[in-house]
């Protein structure tokens, strides 16, 4: 049996402003990077080693990894794949979010659409990939295609560990598409709007199927955290 621990990016530039990130680079802000290396030290003061692991292209999710092995003193070279992308947004992106949630989804902001259950993320992408038909290319994507790529990535990077033998392996995405893919492989949280940054999701694979056995525990960055002190 395999274990893949499933990590947000930390916070960015764009988290702080409010707007839609994606595709869309945003760097680390420096509360960010210091939680990544809290999360890692964590990570280690809890025994957990790992034997790959693996990053989105997305600066913010490679920085994050590069920063957390920090944390561990784990000098391993991090993995990119670009599976592991977050939705992309197509037009939107870099938009203020309440401004996109007033033209893709006809409510007053965004916290109106997810809190009051008009909507779902998969029913926000598939909306937001619609609201993209003008452009040329169409490179918004539904919440079908976010799911199956991420599981794509995730299910190579689950046979290569049971090639290799890797026990267990770390993976570092994004919000959005980790939790709509959380929820497609059987483990969604009522409520639950979004992963917390430097969350840590935990899933398992054997033999072609994956388990979820947690879902945006804080635990190992608190510890951290503490232990600054």
Do not use: C
């Not at 007053?108 to 809190?115: R, W």
């Not at 709509?180 to 398992?204: C, D």
């Not at 054997?206 to 608190?222: A, C, H, M, S």
């Amino acid at each position: 049996m395999i274990e893949i621990d499933l990590v947000r990016h930390g916070r960015t530039v764009f988290n702080e402003e409010r707007r839609v990130q994606g595709m869309a680079n945003s760097e680390l802000t420096p509360a960010g990077k210091q939680n990544a290396i809290a999360l890692g030290r964590g990570l280690a003061l809890a025994g957990k080693e790992y034997d790959a692991v693996y990053a989105s292209d997305l600066t913010r999710a490679s920085d994050t990894a590069k920063l957390v092995l920090q944390g561990m003193g784990d000098k391993q070279a991090v993995k990119i794949d670009e599976g592991l992308r977050e939705e992309n947004y197509g037009h939107y992106e870099g938009w203020l979010v309440d401004d996109y949630a007033r033209d893709a989804l006809g409510v007053p902001n965004f916290k109106n659409a997810i809190a009051t259950g008009r909507y779902t993320l998969e029913q926000i992408a598939d909306k937001t990939r619609v609201m993209n038909a003008d452009q040329t290319p169409n490179t918004a994507e539904d919440a079908a295609m976010v799911v199956k790529r991420l599981d794509d990535a995730l299910r190579g990077i689950a046979e290569h560990a049971e090639q290799t033998g890797a026990l267990r392996t770390m993976v570092v995405s994004h919000g959005t598409a980790l939790l709509m893919w959380l929820t497609a492989a059987g483990k969604g949280v009522e409520g639950l709007e979004m992963l917390h940054n430097v969350s840590l999701s935990t899933v398992y694979y054997d033999r072609g199927e994956f388990q979820v056995v947690d879902i945006d525990n804080l635990t190992y960055l608190k510890r951290g955290l503490a232990a600054q002190q």
